[in-house]
């Protein structure tokens, strides 16, 4: 083996042994590969010595995907190279941060759309391994529909271009090549019965947009596959222009279900963002002083962030909403880039701010990330309300309502002796709730160690076909083992960082 930086001092497993998520898990070293030969070398040690290996980018997860108990595999000090950019496509490494990309793009007047809230930190590598998106899928979809092609990293250590999948250089890439085809069309029936019926997803592996896809199969596997296939070294994104106008409208409504109803309207107009604010996140921040909204009042339920791109659409939109309709009792249109960017601003750090509570009460992420179709939202959301009412709960609300895509983050006090037994509760009674909503239990955050068991219920008979594609891919489970198929969820056992 090459000279490769190995860490195992304490201070560094504690720092790797937690991401965003509400778990610890402690590695046993830490690598900062150079290069991909010696990413190679590290997963063929790993196979020899039986410990797994975890890719992690900027290490944002909340659903503990980024943490594991052998070696995590560090790219993000050596992997950062733009490697070329000719017209809509740049190829580039895995650690390369998401706003950095945009801002080199936007010289040419182009766009990376995907838009986690996380865009400051992410890393492309973690936004592909995850299928990340953010406020603007409800237009532009997913990171999944903007990876034209792959440089991976397989579980026997051998390299592979998935733009040229035929080129193998490995058993294993010829095994691959030979049996995916077969086990998706096989089970195509068995995979089309169990897809969420939601506008986006990121549960389980992308079955359905390698069958819709053939000719991109062996890429889209690999695209939400949290790591658990082959260690991402390259990619070829496609990008878009950037759009020539947009601004921001913030509706307010006196009650939750006003704005479920809403949602239906506003999406009539192929708007880019339908954010929404609940009153639970804006009493906070309120009481934090950092609001900065004239008009938020105690008759406020929540608010919805809604971003235009056409400008002749903006009045239309504002009629329907508060004279047609009358949903929205007030509106605000941001007259300038600051007021716009405050606007973003405030939606972005809604995660942030609510970790920065200072009371007992933490806010979790156990059910952060359900989707369900943006017409059940009403149904789905007076659902919520009742599991939260029975478990005497208090839970944020906030995020992408127009694609049923809302972050639910209870507030809860994990000193207390019950705090497992309410996750664990809460977690069945909102899965069950959402698959009884033909929805998803992952939008796209992905499913961690948080969601492995749950995955199954998703699933249901399918499940097995990801178990199958799991043991094609990495037949002795070395890369970042319990996640998506794992047997648990972390909330059986697993310590909790609080
Ligand atoms: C405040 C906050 C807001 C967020 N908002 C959003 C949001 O709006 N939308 C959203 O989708 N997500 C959001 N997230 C979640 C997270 O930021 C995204 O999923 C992000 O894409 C993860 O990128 P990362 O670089 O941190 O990846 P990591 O957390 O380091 O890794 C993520 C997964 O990718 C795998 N991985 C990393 N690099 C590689 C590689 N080179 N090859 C193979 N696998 C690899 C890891 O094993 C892991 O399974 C948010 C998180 C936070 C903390």
Known sequence: M???????????????STDESIFKIEPQAVVFPENIGQISEIIKFASENNLSVTAVGSRTSVAGQALGNGIILDTSKHFKKIKSFENDKITLEPAIILDDLNKFSAKKNYIFPPDPASSKLCSIGGMIANNASGARAIRYGMTKNYVESLKVVLSDGSFWDTKFPQKTSSELQEKILEKLPGILSENEKLIRKNVPQTAKNSCGYDLIGCLENPEKMFTRIFVGSEGTLGIVTEATLKLVQKPKFDTVVLFYFDKLEKIAQSVSFLREFNVSAIELLDKTFLDFVNSQGKLNLENFSGKTEGLLIVEVLEENKVEKIVEVLTQKTKLAYFYEKALSEEEKQRIWALRKAASPLLNE????????????????????????LSGLRKIFEDLKITAVVFGHAGDGNVHINPLLDPTKKDFREILQ?????????VLECSGTISGEHG?????????QKQFGEAFPILVEVKNLFDPKNILNPEKIIGKQSALESVDFKF
């Open 2 to 16: 090459s000279k490769i930086f190995f860490d195992s001092s304490k201070e560094t497993l504690t720092k790797y």
């Open 357 to 380: 509570r200072t009371d007992s009460l933490k806010s979790v992420r156990v059910i952060e990330d359900t989707a369900v179709s943006p017409k059940i939202l009403p149904k789905y």
């Open 425 to 433: 509760k809460l977690a069945n009674k909102v899965y069950t709730l």
């Open 447 to 455: 499913d961690g160690v948080l969601r492995a068991g749950f995955v």
